[in-house]
């Protein structure tokens, strides 16, 4: 042990081939099973969540289940699908563990779901006549919080073994993502007591999931049998697709968790089946069998993708919602329909924004103040963008084409409220149509998603520049810069999609008054003519769990550069640099977090925290990034001065 002075920073990812002819080959498949497990597991929360024959207890289970699908396929499989562009697949420590813990949070949440979903249906089929009392709603969002927590423990426990081994030599893990019995075998001490906590642990969590998983569709069989022939066929039918899927998930587990002591070459492939076919097999299976969830699709079809009809079908969903507010009319329970009906006749077509005072020579005062911010968010950026464009050093650099993206990504945030918020200061009644607010609250969540993806991305880019400055410009490369930007808009496009199905789908019938400057999710939802419990739920899973793990893995980031520096001179320099940064995204994400993690109420400050995100932080990012940068400047002097030679 004392021969060994360095300690290991990133490890080698062996791949799944390291054949170059079968990498391109490699690549075009699981590029494409991945967007079909996004396209397959999308499509079935799109339609739990759109129909409402089909919010019951199973398929609120379903819709969970392909998130979690969803989940497990997107922690490891975009990082191989990139592996197999590049020659050398390396990946950080930190990435390395942040593997670990992503894989045994999903994969052990997935194990209790399908759990749950098997006492659902033990439940339907042994007790139906008790089944809507038992499989109450407090119970679905325990039967589904209660995975999550189990999942979260477990990846603790397990990371908690990990993160203190000594790692000193080699470093190639013979897979295509980072895992505990592969990883810890490279450790510099003896593991065998870890790997017993491994069987102790993962082993027990997959062997006893699989158990109750298999008794409870045994209790069903016996059941089902006991009452006819007919059911018990059908039963068999149903029960034998599950089981499929249950091994294949399952068994890829317990063979490579319950023992850990040595790895197998066949484990790679293994892992293949629990990280990608069973989350693409989980909505055939699941769901796309089942004729309610066909009825919904094609119902769902018929109604938003009518060729050549397009326009029509945004028309339908922005504008136009008298038909389903009809329906909603007609499924809720008499007592309740028939005092709507007293009360209510129309349906709301348009929302009064509060603003910020309704106090005229206020109003003036702001509007000269933002319009100057506005106008400020402008200059700063679309400079930052010219010179980034216009400099070839700036332009190769990866650290300034982020930059330049995230000062675009500025000007599209700040539009979206900004110039709604200046017209709003000169006019009295401050009003905008339904269906502009649900176009600024899809445009909204879909830029500011892709900014904390983005200022994420950039956060990596610093730690590999300081941490592993010799690796720089291999790992940064142009490729995998674009497949980062790329992967930030698509983040936020997936993001905001989901919000607005949420939300469009919401009847509004009264009162109309949005107390803010614009429209977002929070106090929108609070003025439907419904139960929002779960939509906030959801909310709270989506923007509140985007903003805050963004926020976290910033801090840690950053922390971690300022550990990684052993100099006083260099350490004092990070800490300058880091401390502005860190004072951006305190102003970014601080209010995002403030009101996206408690979305059950709002409070009056909302808007002023909303302020800060929408107006202040597109403002003080080219202040804080790059004008402060000494590069940016002397570019920025260079092309001031070849435009005033130009000029004379």
């Known amino acids: 042990m004392s021969i060994n002075h360095s300690r290991v920073t990133e490890f080698v990812l062996l791949g799944l081939s390291s054949s170059k002819e079968l990498q391109p080959f490699l690549f075009l498949i699981f590029s494409l099973l991945y967007l079909s497990i996004l396209l397959g597991n999308f499509l079935i929360i799109l339609t739990v969540t759109s129909d409402s024959r089909l919010h019951t207890p199973m398929y609120f289970l379903l819709a969970n289940l392909s998130f979690i699908d969803i989940c497990v396929a997107s922690f490891a499989t975009p990082k191989m699908i990139a592996d197999f562009l590049v020659e050398r697949k390396t990946i950080s420590f930190e990435a390395c563990l942040l ?5 045994h949070q999903f994969a052990g949440s997935e194990m209790v779901i399908l759990v749950s979903m098997a006492y659902d249906r033990y439940v339907a089929i042994c ?18 919080i209660v995975p999550w927590c189990v999942g979260f423990i477990h990846t603790t426990s397990q990371l908690a073994f990990t993160v203190n081994l000594p790692f000193c030599g080699p470093n190639q893990v013979d897979s295509f993502f980072c895992d505990l019995p592969l990883v810890t075998k490279l450790a510099c001490i003896d593991t065998y007591v870890i790997s017993l906590l491994i069987v102790a642990d993962s ?3 997959s062997l006893s999931s ?19 022939s007919a059911g018990m066929a059908k039963a068999r039918s149903t029960l034998t697709a599950h089981i499929t899927v249950v091994i294949l998930f399952f068994g890829p587990c317990i063979f490579i968790y319950v023992w850990p002591f040595s790895g197998y070459s066949v484990d790679k492939v293994l892992a293949v089946f629990y990280t990608i076919f069973t989350p693409i097999l989980n909505p055939v299976i699941y769901t796309l069998r089942n004729k309610d969830m066909k009825a919904a699709m094609s119902k769902l079809k018929s109604q938003y993708l009518k060729p050549g009809q397009v326009l029509a079908v945004l028309s339908n969903v922005l504008f136009s919602r008298n038909k389903r507010f009809h329906d909603y009319r007609t499924v809720q329970p008499e007592g309740r329909t028939s005092q709507m009906d007293e009360n209510i006749t129309e349906v709301v077509k348009e929302f009064v924004l509060a603003g910020f005072s309704q106090v005229s020579s206020v109003e003036a005062g702001l509007f000269v103040l933002f319009l100057i911010f506005y106008v400020l968010t402008w200059v700063g950026n679309v400079l930052i963008m010219v010179t980034v464009t216009l400099d070839n050093y700036l332009n190769s650099s990866p650290m300034y084409f982020l930059l330049g993206n995230l000062s675009f990504l500025d000007l599209c945030y700040s539009t979206v409220t900004t110039p709604k918020l200046l017209s709003d200061f000169l006019n009295k009644e401050k009003i905008i149509p339904y269906g502009q607010c649900i176009v600024q609250l899809f445009f909204l969540h879909f830029v500011g998603a892709a900014e904390m993806f983005l200022l994420t991305v950039m956060a990596y880019d ?17 490729g995998l810069c674009y497949i980062l930007v790329t992967a930030s808009w698509m983040g936020g496009f997936v993001h905001s999609t989901v919000q607005t199905i949420l939300t469009i789908h919401l009847p509004f019938c009264g009162p109309n008054h949005v107390d803010n400057f614009f429209c977002d999710v929070p106090p929108v939802i609070k003025l439907a003519c419904a139960d929002t419990f779960v939509i ?12 805050t793990s963004s926020f976290v893995v910033l801090v840690s980031s950053y922390t971690t550069i300022l550990v990684k520096i052993r100099t006083k001179k260099g350490r004092l320099k990070a800490l300058s640099t880091c401390a502005s940064h860190l004072m951006v995204v305190t102003l970014f994400f601080g209010p995002c977090i403030f009101i996206y993690g408690r979305p059950f109420s709002t409070f009056s400050v909302d808007k002023m925290v909303s302020v800060l995100y929408n107006v202040i932080t597109p403002m003080l990012n080219p202040l804080i990034y790059t004008l402060r940068n000494k590069e ?7 092309l001031w001065d070849r435009s005033g030679s130009r000029k004379t």
């Open 99 to 103: 593997q670990i813990f992503c894989v």
């Open 127 to 144: 007790k139906p006549l008790h089944y809507m009392t038992i499989m109450s709603r407090r119970v679905c969002i325990m039967l589904v």
């Open 203 to 205: 082993g027990f969590l």
């Open 210 to 228: 699989f158990l109750l998983l298999v008794v409870s569709y045994t209790v069903i069989l016996i059941t089902v049998r006991n009452r006819s």
């Open 462 to 478: 610093r730690y590999v520049a300081i941490c592993c400055p010799l690796h720089y410009t291999t790992v940064m490369s142009r």
């Open 536 to 547: 906030e739920l959801l909310m709270v899973s989506n923007s509140g769990l985007i903003s």
């Open 632 to 638: 940016v400047k002397s570019s920025m002097k260079k």
